[in-house]
């Protein structure tokens, strides 16, 4: 029966962007993106026989995410912005996209505390 058949919502990174945004509007997404993004990571990390719906799910929230925070300018926010993607790697055990991210953050101080907050990346 169609009649009470919902149409699924459509995830906040399927959603396309509207013209241009500026930094904050872009670690906004970002932070919304990974916040919404948080359970399918974790059924990912959490079990080896996690369903092909969470894992796409969640390889296409950190995909986007990745890709608007290449697009900040600002390097404090970006670095921010991208330590938000490796909590979110980590959490789904991709911890080669992790360490991946990890080395692209500039600011020492913040790698200090990804590093204290995930210690495998530093292997």
């Known amino acids: 029966m169609k009649w009470f058949a919902r149409p699924a919502p ?3 990174w399927d959603e396309p962007i509207q013209g241009p945004i500026g930094d904050i509007e872009a670690a906004d ?3 919304t993106i990974c916040q919404a993004a948080k359970a399918s990571a974790e059924s990912v ?4 026989q996690a369903s092909t719906r969470e894992r796409a799910r969640y390889e ?3 995909r986007v995410a990745m890709e608007i925070a290449m697009k900040i300018s ?3 926010m970006r670095d921010d912005a ?17 360490q991946i991210l990890y080395r692209a953050v500039q600011a020492i101080w913040l ?3 990804i590093l204290k907050d995930h210690p495998a990346l530093g292997r």
């Open 10 to 12: 459509a995830d906040i």
């Open 29 to 31: 997404r970002i932070r």
């Open 45 to 48: 990390g959490g079990s080896a």
């Open 60 to 62: 296409r929230a950190a």
């Open 74 to 76: 600002d390097d404090l």
């Open 82 to 98: 991208v330590r938000r993607i490796v909590d979110l790697c980590m959490k789904a055990d991709d911890i080669k996209t992790a």
């Open 111 to 113: 790698r200090e505390a």
